[in-house]
């Protein structure tokens, strides 16, 4: 049997258009969501990959809740079909709080979703104003007691820092709620500043008032800090969780594994080790239809990933992980170990490169000189 690949479904829907967002997401509603969904069940329906067993099951976006469940359905069995489930496959749909209720999470979880990742975002509703986010922050409580009720058990909370107005107390308040829901999982980031975004726009006029880079540093090590002390353990450097509730999708990404993507705009990267193709699929939903109709120009963009560059980006991303990048399988220079573990970057005396908590600050810098 052929080896077990993550499987990502890109949902490009929208209520409406943050501020901030660079995702390929439309707020389009109606006759192009149903046009949509029925592509993306053809294009995995003639997938060269289908017969590759699932390893873990990703809906993003956009946001997977906005479709119907019904249209949810539909994806997942296609998916499942093509993919069958290795046995424990982690199954994650994204989803935004003000999308969703009791009976779309129990339809979610009776359709074999095992995971949900909430962008919650922030608990303070000026925030998600401010953010251009369609829920407010009561809606964060009662989509986890929503979902908890569902039987999920494996729930991710997405949270921002450095948002425009936000105090180093604001933000310590928002972990302080966050840990009041106890989520298995927590992603933490901080806003960056994408080309082609209103916020963007405002932030070239000056319009945007951004904490500046000490407070920034001083809120990542709050949430450091703060998940340390409730068992949160930081396994990426913006990614904390409980013992076994790492996610492994995310994993197979960092770890620089297969992932196959569909959907408009959907990343896939497959083939063996040196002979590897990373592409991307048409974005506009409208072109993306009419590409699985025709069955050409399905694929924007592709390159062949050689060995350099498959290096290259293994360091780039194993570096942010925890658990290390092995010196033999991306061949490290011992020098640059030593000069980095001197300037306190790097842990030493380990058979692995890790980031000490100081290089966790520098994790561009310190890929960089490795690789
Ligand atoms: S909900 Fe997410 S994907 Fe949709 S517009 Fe907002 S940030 Fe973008």
Known sequence: MSDPIAVYLHVPFCPSKCGYCDFNSYAMDGEIVERTVAAMVKEVNQSPH????????????????????EQSRRLLEAVLSAHP??????????ANPGTVDIPKFNELRSMGFNRISLGAQSFDTSDLIRLG??????????????ARSAGFHNLNLDLMFGLPGQSAAAWQR??????????EHLSLYCLTIE????????????MLDLPDDD??????????????????HQYEISNFAKPGKECRHNLCYWRGEEYVGYGPGAVGCVGPSGDRTRYTNTKHPDRYCQAV???????????????????????????RLNEGLPKDAVALDVATIEHLERK???????????????GRHYCSDVALELA
């Open 50 to 69: 289908r017969g590759r067993p699932a390893k873990t099951v990703f809906f993003g976006g956009g946001t997977p809740t906005f479709i119907a469940a």
């Open 85 to 94: 489930p290795i046995e424990g496959c982690e199954i994650t749909s994204e």
């Open 133 to 146: 986010r369609v829920h407010e922050a009561s809606h964060i409580g009662r989509a986890v007691d929503a």
């Open 174 to 183: 928002n972990l302080d709620l966050a840990m009041r829901i106890e989520p």
């Open 195 to 206: 080309p082609n975004t209103r916020y963007y726009r405002l932030h070239v006029r000056g």
């Open 215 to 232: 407070v920034q540093t001083e809120m990542y090590d709050t949430a450091c800090e703060v998940c340390d002390s409730r068992g949160y």
């Open 293 to 319: 109709d025709s069955r050409e120009g399905l694929w924007c963009d592709s390159e062949h990933l050689d060995k350099t560059t498959l290096r290259l980006e293994r360091i780039m991303l194993g570096i």
């Open 344 to 358: 306190g970057l790097v842990e030493p005396g380990l058979s692995f490169v890790r980031l000490t908590t100081k």
